[in-house]
C-alpha cells in the first residue's frame, strides 16, 4: 500500500512538472517535491539505465528524502519548543498517556496559568536549564545518529516495478 502511495506522489509532481513545476519556484521548493524533481531530471538524464543503476539512482533518492524529512522535524521540534505556552506536551510513551491527555484538554486557564508560571519559573532555575539543555543536546545527538530503516522497497524487485511505473509514466506525453 505504501509504494502505492509513493509512487502516486511521483505521479503527482511528474503532472505538475508538465504543467509547469520547476524546482526553482516556491512549491517546487517544497519538502518533497523538490527532491521528486531532482529525482526525476537525473532519471531522465541517466546515460545507462541498467537495473543497478536504476536500483543505485532510486536508492539515493530515498535516502536523501529520508535526510530532508529529518531535517524538517528537527526544525519543527525547535520551532514547537520555542511556543511552548502555546503547547502542553505529553510524553507518548507515558504508561498515564490518556490521563495526561484527558488533563491538558479539561485544564482550568488558572490551572494553566499557573502550570505557564511554573514553566517560566523552571526556565530560570539553572539547574533546570542545564538539565534541559542536555535533553536537547541527547535529542539532537540521537537525531543525527538516526539510521532509518527501509520497510519498503527492501527488495529490489519492489524498487524496480515501481521505477518501471515511473518510467512508464515519464514515457506518457
Not at 2 to 19: D, K, T
Not at 31 to 46: C, D, H, M, N, V
Not at 76 to 83: M, Y
Not at 125 to 140: A, I, K
Amino acid at each position: 500500500m505504501l509504494c502505492v502511495v509513493v509512487f502516486l506522489f511521483i505521479q503527482e509532481v511528474i503532472h505538475l512538472r508538465r504543467a509547469g513545476l520547476k524546482k526553482d519556484s516556491q512549491a517546487g521548493r517544497a519538502i518533497g517535491y523538490r527532491s521528486t524533481l531532482e529525482f526525476l531530471e537525473r532519471l531522465e538524464s541517466l546515460p545507462s539505465r541498467t537495473p543497478q543503476a536504476l536500483d543505485d539512482l532510486f536508492l539515493d533518492f530515498l535516502s536523501g528524502y529520508q535526510a530532508v524529512m529529518r531535517q524538517y522535524a528537527k526544525r519543527q521540534w525547535q520551532w514547537f519548543k520555542k511556543e511552548i505556552p502555546l503547547f502542553r506536551w505529553v510524553n507518548a510513551a507515558s504508561p498515564t498517556l490518556v490521563e495526561d491527555v484527558l488533563h491538558v484538554l479539561t485544564v482550568s486557564d488558572e490551572e494553566k496559568a499557573r502550570e505557564d508560571d511554573e514553566i517560566r519559573l523552571r526556565s530560570l532555575d539553572p539547574e533546570t536549564v542545564r538539565r534541559e539543555r542536555l535533553e536537547e543536546s541527547e535529542l539532537h545527538s540521537l537525531l543525527r545518529r538516526y539510521q532509518p530503516s527501509r520497510t519498503i522497497f527492501q527488495t529490489q524487485e519492489a524498487r524496480a516495478n515501481l521505477l518501471h511505473n515511473v518510467l512508464g509514466e515519464l514515457a506518457k506525453q
